[in-house]
Nanobody, 125 residues
Framework: QVQLVESGGGLVQAGGSLRLSCVAS????????MGWFRQAPGKEREFVAG????????GYADSVKGRFIISRDNAKNTVYLQMNSLKPEDTAVYYC??????????????????WGQGTQVTVSS
């Protein structure tokens, strides 16, 4: 059973930066696409960023494009989300997820089989 543990969340002022990390254990990591999602209170969980199995391809939601960067280190079983120029509307619980399989980038929640517990990101204005 794959376990994903996120870290790096916190409180930051608008315009600031945070880097989230997600460490995988208990199962395969390097051969699978990974994704970051977020969920704000009262809203559905939404796609933020995705990365293919070797880090050669990435994809982003329009709302974060140009501000967030997803990357991975397969030797460390870790995926990262560098978040820059943060805005109050980025406030949410951020989740990492491992895809069920495949070789591309996946934008739908249903494409992911394993999820972390989430880490809170709060951006103050």
């Amino acid at each position: 059973q794959v376990q994903l543990v996120e870290s790096g969340g916190g409180l930051v002022q608008a315009g600031g930066s945070l880097r989230l990390s997600c460490v995988a254990s208990g199962g395969a990591f390097s051969g699978y696409p990974m994704g970051w999602f977020r969920q704000a209170p009262g809203k559905e969980r939404e796609f933020v960023a995705g990365i293919n199995w070797d880090g050669g391809s990435t994809g982003y939601a329009d709302s974060v494009k140009g501000r967030f960067i997803i990357s991975r280190d397969n030797a460390k079983n870790t995926v990262y989300l560098q978040m820059n120029s943060l805005k109050p509307e980025d406030t949410a619980v951020y989740y990492c997820a491992r895809a069920q399989g495949g070789s591309g980038i996946y934008y739908r929640k249903e494409s992911y089989a394993y999820w972390g517990q989430g880490t809170q990101v709060t951006v103050s204005s």
